[in-house]
């Protein structure tokens, strides 16, 4: 019983680390740019797409694309933001929303388009290892991918709380007023923000590819629990995000192990429910970090 | 708020009479019944987005989970009909009143929140009726759902032969929206509606009990959306919980008022037309096989009526109406904040 | 004044009368150009499937494989008692999406002159059209295997194995790994999935087998992890799972993950398509599964899948080869019935009685229709995972190969 559960815990932090990823840069869009990005999802599977055509082609491994797809979607970022999201900034909540959804839904169907609805994977030497410690096992795959989140979130938090832009950031996040009276011209920092999130998008991308098939539709899988992770961390908190999206992959996991296969998501929307319920502004009440 | 449509509609009494003598007789002209489903479809989509429209429009409550209400009034009227033989006449005001109910709860919980917060929780709400629905094998046929018993021709039972009388069905589901819409937009109920639509707090500061309206406005909301429900699930003699609780149905109540003009009463109506006769006619054009390009069309036109005009392409019609009426009256244009 | 309002009330309500017309204009000419070009000599015969949406790769492969039936049949030289006229196939998508399936079905069969239909791969798509060609009395021949397709049915007719006798097959293959089988089932929580398991569930203490465990899950995981990490803890020597392509993907690759022994009878659906060896490799060799028809069965299923594999590159899998068989049956019953109303064509395919050529190439073959739209000789064989291949190697008379042993 206790490796049971020790191991479903294991498993839930494993994809946990996946899903913040993936909510981080949806928190960092929302903190800074104050837009809820409903196509980050559509970011994290163009990201797999990359690294599935570098590793189809050149027979370059998923994490070594890592130096491609990241950089590759910080552009993207960079011109999402200065080309699209520019232009709904002052329009209000409705415009914005769907903007983005409309955005996700152009994303899919030009995948669809392109590359075939055709599941694409990638096989790596250590697709199906395993590390066992004890009666424990921990997929190699998803432990560096865990790993790799981890570190790219820690350098995120380091980036926004030493370097002058970083800092910048979360003024403008704050109150975008006075940080223009400051001096911050505030479309650079919201590239840079929208940049970063969609780069970690990226990240995410290529660090499923070799445990996880690419195909059109794989960003809204992930993209549900990476909202829920956003709102339950507080949107615009980044570190919220990545204790949250932890919080939701070992209740996920719990939830399946013990209340019912198909239970994982409905134990995870309960959680939601309650948290809004009792803290509106999610588990971390106030302002952005 | 919008003093020039306002005048529009009161003096449109005889063009509202043609539209609707052109409306009851479009079946009669039209002996395609694929032409008549996609007249259905403009028509239940238009109601859908009316429904939507008085929460999302009106009150600028951004509901994006209305999905549930769709389900519960296509699995309460479902229910009755099979299992108890209740005819879904009564079904869809049964079903209403069951959304109604929901909405009291799910309204509680969600209006506390603010702009996307209230959105997520409204996904999350239908997602969650939606895998509860998934799990009720033994009462409401679980996954694989159900299909509707073949009565024949039993309009009793709200099954027909032929297409056209689920169009007028549909139709004056619609029309029972619009007048819904056009009398609450001229009564107390619309001018507060609006007030708490445009700033929460200003109104709550003068003393409008925000709360109660926007509980009000959801009871409606909820109602029109779960007749919607029934209609559909006898039309296409199918329910199961993707289809009931699909999320595609919340996002398109909100993309037609959106597109079309929202927080109008035509909006809906207008969105609805044109996003559903482009989709059909990718549909009847490419047919099979050129996978995801009807909605990559479909989603190019909503990122540019978001970009280029997002009042909603029914602020189109009535500009071109002030130039030919009020030709030369100077115009105040709308200047977006920069940044 | 009143002139230019009362033009611009005309002109706005002309816009949007404009776009209801137009609508149902073109609808109109398009159906009619469809109908006068093919009155005349061939026969309209429609195929709805999936070619985009979740079910798309599948879809695909099926509409190949009816092009290429009707090929054949046009090419062996058409429906003779009607002169020689030519089979043609109208193709339709259903977006693997219920409510495109029913207005579909409804297109295709009011908007053209049809004598039958076949579609649609999956059980919850199938179950919607045929209550459609149910209420227009239109003939529908599917491989679906959902059990609810025999129900209350005059028109819709099913030549295949129906979910519950691949459950039987699966539970009978168990014996064949281990004596004593303790099975674990995880399923979609779809049609497909609740059908199959359903199956599963009822026939299995009498073929003395335990279940142990007996878990849905919701379609489109993240992570197989949780759900295998259950598997093992019930104890279970085999694994049934219920699933189509992307979520078995994860499981099997889980399952390797996570050091999981364990014998697995991965059913029908994903399971037995060329896609399915593409994405998981190696790791699928000796994998057991079950399907309603197999490339291997009878020289002209073999026959029939070289064609499709020059043309295609990949085997001819279950459900397309069905389709093809399916495409010969509906031949039989127009040269049989002499006509192409649908319901003389529904009354010769409720007489079929066929053991050879291509519209019997299926397991047992022979077909015969029984009174609720069952083939009464049909059922599963078991397959087997061999070389990237699929071999036929159940029941024991019927095996194409020998069981290779994991």
Known sequence: ?289 | MEPVKKGLISRSGLWVGVLAAVALVLPLLVSSTFAIDIFIRILLFAFIGVAWNLMGGYAKQLSLGHAAYFGLGAYTSTILLIRYGVSPWIGMLAGGVVAMLASLPIGALCFRLRGPYFAIATIATAQVLMLLFLKFRDFAWGAEGTTMPNLGDAPLMMQFDGKAPYYYVVLALLAIGLAITYRIERSWMGYYLVAVGEDEDAAEAIGVDAIRIKRNIYLISAFLTALAGTFYVQYIYFIDPNTAFSFNVSVEAALVSIVGGIGTLWGPVVGTVLLEATSALLQSWLGGGHGGIQLTVYSLILIAVILCRPAGLIGLLTDAYDRVVHAGAARVKEVPLDG | MATNRSSAFAKRRDRRDFLRKSAGAVALATSGIASKAFAAEPVNIGGLYPVTGSFAQIGQGCVNAAKLAVQMVNDAGGIKSLGGAKLNLIVSDVQSDTTVTRTETDRLISGYKLSAIHGCFASALTLIASEVAERAKMPLITGSSSDKLNIDRHYTFTPFSRASQFALAQLQMSKLVSDSPKVAVIFENTAFGTSTSNGLREQAPGQGVEIVMFEPYSAGLTDASPLINKVKASGANMLFPVSYLNDLILIIRAIKQNGLEIAINGGSGGFVIPDFYKNVGSAAEGLLGVAHWNHDINADAQKVNEVYKQQYGEFLFEYAGGLVAQTFMIADALERAASTDPQKVRDALSTLDVSSGYAAMGPGGKVKFGPDGKNIYAHPVGVQWQNADLATVFPKDEARAPLMKA
């Open chain 1, 1 to 289: 019983m206790l490796t049971t559960i020790a191991q479903a815990v294991i498993n839930g932090l494993l994809i946990g680390g996946i899903y913040a990823l993936v909510s981080i840069g949806v928190t960092l869009i929302f903190g800074v740019v104050k837009i809820v990005n409903f196509a980050q999802g559509e970011f994290v599977m163009i990201g797999m797409y990359i690294s599935y055509f570098l590793a189809a082609s050149f027979g370059i491994d998923p994490l070594v694309s890592l130096c491609i797809s990241m950089p590759a979607l910080f552009v993207i970022g960079v011109l999402l933001q200065h080309f699209l999201l520019r232009r709904v900034l002052a329009l209000g909540d409705m415009p914005q929303i769907f903007l983005t959804f409309a955005l996700s839904l152009l994303l899919v169907n030009l995948a669809l388009l392109l590359f075939t609805a055709d599941y694409r994977t990638v096989q790596t030497p250590y697709s199906e290892t395993a590390v066992h410690l004890g009666a424990l096992y921990i997929p190699v795959a998803k432990l560096i991918a865990f790993a790799v989140a981890m570190v790219l979130s820690g350098l995120l938090w380091v980036f926004l709380h030493t370097t002058d832009l970083g800092r910048a950031m979360r003024a403008a996040a704050q109150n975008r007023d006075v940080a223009m009276l400051m001096g911050i011209n505030p479309d650079r920092v919201f590239c840079v923000a929208v940049g970063l999130a969609l780069a970690l998008a990226g990240a995410a991308g290529s660090l499923l590819m070799p445990f996880y098939p690419a195909y059109p539709l794989v960003g809204q899988v992930f993209v549900l629990m990476a909202f829920v992770a956003v709102v339950l961390g507080t949107l615009g908190n980044v570190t919220g995000a990545l204790i949250a999206s932890l919080m939701m992959g070992v209740a996920e996991s719990l939830g399946i192990q013990f209340v019912g296969a198909d239970s994982g998501l409905i134990v995870v929307f309960a959680m939601l429910l309650l948290t809004l319920a009792f803290r509106p502004n999610g588990l971390f009440g106030g302002w952005s970090r």
